[in-house]
């Protein structure tokens, strides 16, 4: 069976930190698949923020759809960790980007998970993908790897 795989880029320009809640576990009493992926969530609007937006529905007048995302689980994690889960933009093109994320434990010291979410630029008014705006483009290049 082929499996994902997410290469990671050497540097990452943002992290943040994230506890682990008793609500981000599942029966097997470790944080679920399902938790992953709200915390990527989490994290890319905490990256959009540090980069100076207020939200991804108005950066620079569009907004952004995730086209496609992927995760790669490398370990458990349990309540009471503290995620630092960093990002990094790739891959810019015309109407899209690539962000990266690496999960780890802070107390553990172990990779938790990578993860890809392709984001497309996107005109919701017209219901439609757009151009990355140049001011966007820029900042996302600065922060890019």
């Known amino acids: 069976m082929a499996r994902i795989k997410i290469n990671l880029p050497e540097k990452f320009p943002f992290q943040t930190f994230i506890p682990v809640r008793i609500t ?12 992953i992926l709200s915390l990527m969530h989490e994290a890319r609007v905490q990256y959009f923020q540090w980069l100076g937006y207020k939200d991804e529905l108005n950066l620079n007048g569009i907004g952004l759809i995730m086209a496609d995302s992927g995760i790669m689980y490398k370990s458990e994690t349990f309540y009471g960790e503290k995620i630092i889960i960093e990002v990094a933009a790739t891959e810019l093109s015309k109407v899209s980007f690539d962000l990266i994320y690496r999960l780890s434990g802070q107390n553990s010291g172990k990779e938790i998970a990578r993860g890809k979410t392709g984001m497309v630029c996107f005109d919701y008014e017209n219901r439609r993908p757009a151009s990355i705006p140049e001011t966007l483009k820029e900042n996302l290049m600065k922060s890019e790897v």
């Open 24 to 35: 981000d576990l599942n029966y097997g009493k470790h944080v679920g698949n399902d938790t």
